[in-house]
Structure formats: structure tokens, C-alpha cells
């Protein structure tokens, strides 16, 4: 009998001193697939506390606890995340697990790849590990300690809850950034997407909104940088150059702008690109004044306007701008015929 305790005691000695590979602050960032098929990603569950349950069916401690962990998975059903990894493989083992899930009435996903519990580097089952909203690792142990660590982990890093308010328009502005960046209004994209407050990169459901946005961008802007090195090598340098400035204007910090900076850089010591070079500035210091003319008419400053436009057509009489110009002059009627004066001031 003596020395049937004195080995309970070593075992539990063992366990208890159990070395653990996780340190805290660590991200964990797995995608796997629970035993029922399902895909589970880690960082959908951003916003949330996360358990990660090493367990075997054929471990004592394991079922002991089993019931306990159903218990604080329902307390806390809204703020915190199980999921199993079972350490049983193979077919035999696996009915074994099927029967412990249905014996234990576990009600979370379960996996048993061996890519999670390589991840999760532990040896000894009824290990957990738990993660922040942000899915860092907070504290790695075995299960008899679960519960104070749980409540620990609420209380210093609580679940990140956005009104549903809130995420409808995350999702939207997410929508837009997809369909601005796919339309090639890479400034309109950028400027929805700093619009997106931090919060929204913390939480799961937005999470995978924004960085779908985030993917459509990038992608959207290769393909555009792909096509205007297609048109620079065919020799169609108005197209490349426009297609150059457009990632430049609206991607100032993305990799595709920074290698259109150093393309277009290349392209305008080409001599055999100085007119499209030359046209291109034309039109745009015709758009420039066109603009001016606009303003000038917004403000009610038609006298402005005209001088503005005259001196549109006269300088820059065939480009695109022009053609507006006309327009808008004869738009002003009798201004037009007016004396000409700048507004003051």
C-alpha cells in the first residue's frame, strides 16, 4: 500500500513539474480540421478567449476533468472558445475518442492532427493552454489549474465585444475596399481602409472581412502593375504611365506603388517615351485649369471662370479638358461676354 502511494505521488509530482514549450506572448496561428470534417481557424475566434485542450480518452486525469471543463465552457459561453486536441490516433483509438466526445457530451470542435499538437509541443494530456483576444499564449498548464487561469485571463484580457452596429459597417466598408480596389480607385480603397478602426482587426468575424479587403488591394494592384508593364513593353507608354501614377497616387506605401516608382523612373529616361511623358503633363496642367474653372464657378466667380477657360482652349485646345471647357463656357452664357476680373482676395 506504501508504495502504491509513494507512486501516485511521483506521478503527480511528474505532471505537476511538467516543462512547457509555449512561452506567454506567443501568437498561435493554426488552421486545421476537427474530426467532424469542419475547417477551424484560429483567428476567427479573435476577440474571444480561446482553450486549447490536449487531452487523451485513455487518460485518467483526462476524463476526470472532462466534466469540469463542460461546466466552464458553458459558464462562459460567450466570451470563451474549447477546442479539443486529442492525442489518439488511428482507427481503433479514434473510436475510443468518438465514444469519449459522446460519453463526456463535449460540445466543442476536436481534432486530432498532428500539425496542432506539434504546435502546441506539450507531452503530458490535460494540458491547456490559453489564449488572449489576440490569440497570445497566456498560460500553459495542466487542467487541475485551469479554472483560476481562466478567470485570470477575463479579467486581465477581457473579450473584445463590438456593437453589431458596429460590425455591419466594418463589414460594409469592407465591401467597398473590395469594390474600389476591383474598379481601380486604389486612393478611394486606401482611404476606406485606414477609416476602418483598429478594433475591427481584433475581433474575428471582422478580421476576415478586412483581410479579404486587404488581399483584394494587393491582388488588384499587381494586376494593374502587370498590365502597365505589358503596355510599357509594348511600346503603348501613355497607358503604362497613367496605370504607373494611379498605384503611386493611390498605394503610396504598398509594394506594387513602390515598384511603379522605380518602373516609371526607368520609363522616363527612355527617350522613346519623352511625348507620351509630354502629353500626359499637357493634360495635366489642363485639368488642373479646368478644375481651377470649376471651382471659380462653385464660388460664383463666373467672370473667373471665363478668363480661366479661355486660357484652357487657348493653351491646351486638344486635349480632354479642353473639350469640358467648351462645354462649361458656353454653360455660362453672358458671363462669358463680360468683362473679365479676378475675384478679390
Excluded at 502587370?226 to 501614377?245: E, F, H, M, P
Aim: hydrophobic letters at 45%; proline letters at 4%.
Amino acid at each position: 500500500m506504501r508504495r502504491w502511494l509513494l507512486f501516485i505521488t511521483a506521478l503527480f509530482a511528474l505532471r505537476g513539474s511538467a516543462a512547457y514549450a509555449l512561452l506567454p506572448g506567443e501568437t498561435l496561428d493554426l488552421t486545421f480540421t476537427a474530426i467532424d470534417g469542419k475547417t477551424i481557424d484560429l483567428k476567427d475566434y479573435r476577440g474571444k478567449i480561446v482553450v486549447l485542450d490536449y487531452f487523451s480518452s485513455a487518460d485518467a486525469v483526462s476524463n476526470n476533468e472532462a466534466a469540469k471543463k463542460c461546466t466552464l465552457a458553458e459558464m462562459h459561453s460567450a466570451d470563451v472558445v474549447f477546442i479539443g486536441v486529442a492525442a489518439d490516433k488511428g482507427v481503433r483509438r479514434h473510436k475510443k475518442l468518438d465514444d469519449f466526445i459522446a460519453e463526456k457530451k463535449i460540445g466543442w470542435p476536436v481534432t486530432n492532427e498532428p500539425a496542432v499538437i506539434a504546435a502546441l509541443d506539450v507531452k503530458t494530456p490535460s494540458t491547456e493552454t490559453i489564449l488572449d483576444p489576440d490569440g497570445h499564449v497566456v498560460w500553459q498548464g495542466l487542467s487541475y489549474d485551469l479554472e483560476p487561469h481562466l478567470q485570470q485571463a477575463l479579467k486581465q484580457t477581457p473579450p473584445i465585444v463590438l456593437p453589431q452596429k458596429t460590425i455591419d459597417a466594418i463589414l460594409a466598408a469592407a465591401k467597398q475596399v473590395k469594390a474600389s480596389a476591383e474598379a481601380g480607385d486604389f486612393a478611394s480603397a486606401t482611404q476606406t481602409l485606414r477609416d476602418i478602426p483598429a478594433s475591427a482587426r481584433r475581433v474575428g468575424v471582422t478580421l476576415k472581412a478586412v483581410t479579404a479587403a486587404d488581399f483584394a488591394v494587393e491582388k488588384t494592384a499587381n494586376l494593374q502593375l502587370a498590365k502597365a508593364d505589358a503596355a510599357a513593353n509594348s511600346g503603348d507608354y501613355t497607358t503604362a504611365i497613367l496605370a504607373y501614377k494611379q498605384l503611386i497616387a493611390g498605394l503610396p506605401e504598398g509594394a506594387a506603388a513602390s515598384a511603379a516608382r522605380t518602373k516609371l523612373a526607368a520609363l522616363s529616361a527612355d527617350s522613346k517615351a519623352t511625348k507620351a511623358f509630354a502629353d500626359l503633363s499637357r493634360q495635366e496642367r489642363a485639368a488642373s485649369l479646368l478644375a481651377a474653372a470649376q471651382k471659380s464657378i462653385d464660388e460664383k466667380h463666373n467672370a473667373a471662370a471665363v478668363v480661366q477657360l479661355r486660357s484652357l482652349l487657348k493653351q491646351y485646345p486638344t486635349t480632354p479638358a479642353a473639350e469640358k471647357g467648351k462645354a462649361m463656357l458656353a454653360s455660362l452664357g453672358a458671363a462669358a461676354t463680360q468683362p473679365t476680373t479676378q475675384p478679390k482676395g
